[in-house]
C-alpha cells in the first residue's frame, strides 16, 4: 500500500522577514517544491500585516498545500518584540484558515530536535540539515530554512501521529 502524498507550507513568521517552505512528503520521501520570504515594506503595522496576509494568500493559492506547520510563539525579552511576532503570526494563521489550510503550530525547539537531533541547535546547523534532508543544491536563507523545517518536522510528525493534513 503506497502511502498518501501531502503538500506542507511551513511558515516562519516576522513582521519584517517571513520565511516560506513548501514541500510534498509521504512521510518517508520528502520534495521540495518551493521556498522565499515575504518582505512587507516599511510602515504602519496594519498595512504591513494585511500585506502580509494577501502575499501568503498568494503563495497558498499558487502552492495549494494540505497543511501548514507555523512556528509557536516563544516567550521574548521585549514585550513589544512578541507582540509584533503575535500579530504576524495572526495574519499568517489567518491567510491559511481563509483558504482551509489545516493549521499545526510547532515550537522552535522541537522543530530544531526533528531536524537536527538537538534542541538547541544554531541557524546554521538547521540550514546544513534541511539542505541535506531536501538534496538542496545550495543551503536556503535563515527564514526559508526555519520554514522548510517546520514543514519537515510536520512530516515526521505524521509517522507518529495520524493527522488530518492528508490528499
Known amino acids: 500500500m503506497r502511502p498518501e502524498t501531502t503538500r506542507v507550507i511551513g511558515l516562519d513568521p516576522g513582521l519584517r522577514r517571513t520565511g516560506y517552505g513548501v514541500i510534498e512528503t509521504d512521510g518517508y520521501r520528502h520534495r521540495y517544491q518551493a521556498s522565499g520570504q515575504i518582505c512587507p515594506p516599511q510602515g504602519p503595522i496594519p498595512q504591513r500585516l494585511g500585506e502580509l496576509f494577501r502575499q501568503l494568500s498568494e503563495v497558498l493559492e499558487t502552492y495549494v498545500p494540505d497543511c501548514a506547520a507555523v512556528e509557536a510563539s516563544f516567550i521574548a525579552a521585549n514585550a513589544g518584540t512578541a507582540l509584533k511576532l503575535g500579530q504576524a503570526r495572526g495574519a499568517l494563521i489567518s491567510a491559511c484558515v481563509?483558504?482551509?489550510?489545516?493549521?499545526?503550530?510547532?515550537?522552535?525547539?522541537?522543530?530544531?530536535?526533528?531536524?537536527?537531533?538537538?534542541?538547541?541547535?544554531?541557524?546554521?546547523?538547521?540550514?546544513?540539515?534541511?539542505?541535506?534532508?531536501?538534496?538542496?543544491?545550495?543551503?536556503?536563507?535563515?527564514?526559508?530554512?526555519?520554514?522548510?523545517?517546520?514543514?519537515?518536522?510536520?512530516?515526521?510528525?505524521?509517522?507518529?501521529?495520524?493527522?488530518?493534513?492528508?490528499?
Do not use: N, W
Not at 109 to 129: D, H, L, N, P, Y
Not at 134 to 153: H, I, N, V
Open 98 to 167: 481563509v483558504r482551509e489550510v489545516t493549521v499545526f503550530e510547532y515550537s522552535p525547539r522541537s522543530m530544531k530536535q526533528a531536524i537536527t537531533g538537538r534542541g538547541g541547535a544554531t541557524k546554521e546547523q538547521v540550514q546544513f540539515m534541511v539542505q541535506r534532508l531536501l538534496g538542496l543544491a545550495e543551503s536556503p536563507q535563515a527564514d526559508e530554512a526555519d520554514a522548510l523545517g517546520l514543514a519537515l518536522c510536520h512530516a515526521h510528525s505524521r509517522l507518529l501521529t495520524p493527522q488530518e493534513c492528508t490528499t
